[in-house]
């Protein structure tokens, strides 16, 4: 057993130092990994052994929090009946207007908020984010509804301290922030560049040389 008077310099001076130490060499830098495929949340496991994933492993949070998840477990609660919708987009809102009145609609929803809950509570444990933001078509129409249980959730799921700092919400840029995220990417590299390139010196007109 570790001794509380040794964990709390490892934790706060030198965890400190070493943070210091990353910023200084690789500032604002996000963390891609080894292989450049750090941040795949949606395939760290929340159920050994459950459903199959896209990506060919079992339990993995896409396969019970994806749209087409959702969906397709509604399709099973219907026993094979389909769910009206020319699109998963048009067919998932039908889902969430359909849990007004049908409990499988309400038990469907139910199990994924309860699943996303337990995701997002394993990356405030584990990132302790001050905010976390949930976005794009599904994220948006299934928060709108379902916000308070996922809340719910992370809050029964998270450890205390780290989550009473941590606000959720749904994202203001609408359905496409990623793509207005990505299109400020050249933009901020060129101005960071910008900002950091040595000022050019007037040229000097050959009677004053």
Not at 20 to 48: I, K, L
Not at 107 to 129: H, T
Not at 167 to 175: A, D, N, S, V, Y
Not at 179 to 195: H, I, K, N, Q
Request: glycine share 10%; hydrophobic share 35%.
């Amino acid at each position: 057993m570790v001794r509380r008077r040794t964990r709390r310099p490892a934790r706060g001076r030198r965890g400190h130092r070493l943070r210091r130490q990353r910023e200084r060499h690789h500032p604002r830098r996000p963390y891609r990994g080894s292989t450049n495929s750090a941040g795949e949340w949606g395939h760290t496991t929340v159920q050994a052994g459950g459903r199959r994933c896209r990506c060919g492993a079992r339990g993995c949070l896409e396969a019970y929090v994806g749209a087409e998840a959702v969906l397709e477990r509604f399709r099973q609660a219907r026993r094979g009946r389909t769910t009206p919708g020319a699109d998963n987009e048009s067919t998932f809102a039908a889902l969430l207007t359909a849990a007004d009145t049908s409990s499988a609609a309400q038990r469907v929803l139910e199990e994924a908020a309860v699943y996303l809950g337990a995701g997002i509570a394993n990356l405030v444990n584990l990132f302790n984010p001050q905010r976390i933001i949930l976005g794009g078509w599904a994220g948006l129409l299934f928060g709108a509804r379902m916000l308070p249980r996922i809340r719910e959730t992370v809050a029964a799921q998270a450890l205390r301290q780290p989550y009473a700092h941590t606000t959720i919400g749904l994202c203001r840029l609408g359905p496409h922030a990623v793509a207005l995220g990505a299109a400020t990417v050249p933009v901020g590299r060129f101005l960071t560049e910008d900002a950091h390139r040595p000022a050019r010196r007037p040229a000097t007109a050959p009677d004053e040389r």
